[in-house]
């Protein structure tokens, strides 16, 4: 019988600026006995990557710029918020309806450029995504080597909204010691057809599956994820983000 | 520890049309000593519903109108596919490159309008999505309920692109049993602030997860997920599409 685990680490503290999240995680996992090991995925939700990384603003350190200003105005929104989402900003997709839809400098499209005011510790402050997802997940991956031996694929996620659809899902924002995207051009299915779908996204789906454990409200922001034969080498979060060439819906 | 298992259920054969999906099911399960319970999430390919349901279509049998004849010709498409999938539309939401994003009659946006010439058994014939996911969700929950007493719920999945985003991902497209959603506005998270991201699209977080079960070269298109607390309910996979007014990627 074929299963994938999905294993939520408890227990992980609040997360303060030069926190060692490699250091938490390996101790909530040993609090609940379980052995990390290599083929596992650390899925680990971006909030806490970007406290432990200092990616927090004080909102009553930024000085917003007319265009900011103007915008809050109109939305009733907090002109130094707006400031902070245009300077994480590469470019504005869509702005309507009081809704900033962003391209990241990462080249992630979602709302607000990833600044998020939940979760944080002091209000009136916010979080930015990490600088660089990928190498935030590749610190926490060589960490548990370092410290385990064993060497697991690790996920950093954030929560965005879709097109044409409801609701939020967890999407992968950075990637460490594997392939976020498998290929089966080339392959064919039992029936001798050959495969037309050819790339899934499977890092984007293990943060989706991941998301079913952590919950918004519960303290659960790394996932283990076990039984999944992922595709193993170095992989980056960019191989998820559509060449602007081929994207219709830019 | 909390806990989420996707589990694959093998052994499902070759459907064709008229054949139970749910009895299928229920045998596989047996034969792999799995007892379903309510609680469970089963998780179901398109293509097999769609087979069940005889929405296979021969390509020999459709005449192509002009407008396709002509687009097949510019883009080296079959025009009787390109019939096929104009007939499946509400409506063409972009047509570049040599792709078609439809919205199906059922609302959703996807390629080709949810048509889908691979894993077919008989090369030059198509499947189309079910003609109602949600009702044949219901069907299988049903049946599944009278044979064993258990009420589990039901999502039919299929493989959609995103924009933005390479690779395709699963998503819920029928839903029986639960709420595609989950709602959390008004509550707070442990530091006692309000949640911003209220709504989190549960049922195409299943969607993806049991994908890394059913993989796409093997014969696994039912998983069952299991641990995992939805929100009971009698929801629609309607509630999941956007309300066109708020949609700002039409």
């Given at each position: ?11 992980i503290?609040?997360v ?38 200092g ?13 900011a ?28 309806h ?12 979602c709302?607000n ?24 997940a ?11 031996g ?20 967890n ?11 498998v290929?089966?051009?080339g392959?064919?299915?039992?029936a ?10 499977v890092?984007?789906?293990?943060a ?8 918004k ?34």
């Amino acid at each position: 019988m074929s299963e994938v685990r999905i294993i939520g680490l408890d227990g992980i503290p609040e997360v303060r600026p030069g926190d060692d999240i490699a250091a938490f995680i390996l101790e909530a996992a040993s609090k609940q006995d379980l052995t990390l090991e290599s083929g596992d995925i650390i899925v680990i939700t971006q909030k806490v990557i970007s406290k432990a990384e200092g990616r927090i603003v004080d909102l009553d350190d930024v000085e917003p710029g007319r265009f900011a200003t103007d915008y809050a105005e109109q939305w009733e929104k907090d002109a130094r918020l707006v400031e902070t989402v245009l300077r994480e900003s590469a470019r504005i997709v869509r702005m309507d309806h009081g809704v900033m839809i962003c391209e990241t400098k990462h080249g992630l499209i979602c709302a607000n450029a990833g600044v998020d005011s939940s979760n944080v510790e002091k209000l009136g402050t916010v979080t930015l995504l990490p600088e660089d997802p990928d190498e935030s997940a590749n610190e926490v991956r060589q960490k548990i080597e370092e410290a385990t031996g064993a060497s697991p694929a690790v996920i950093i996620t954030d929560t965005f909204g879709r097109p044409w659809r409801e609701g939020h899902v967890n999407f992968a924002i950075g990637v460490a010691g594997m392939l976020p995207i498998v290929d089966y051009a080339g392959e064919f299915d039992p029936a001798g057809y050959e495969i037309k779908v050819t790339q899934m996204a499977v890092a984007d789906e293990l943060a989706a599956a991941s998301e079913l454990m952590h919950g918004k409200l519960s303290r659960t922001p790394v996932a283990v994820i076990r039984g999944y034969e992922y595709p193993a080498g170095s992989g980056t979060a960019d191989e998820l983000l559509r060449d602007p060439e081929r994207d219709m819906f830019r």
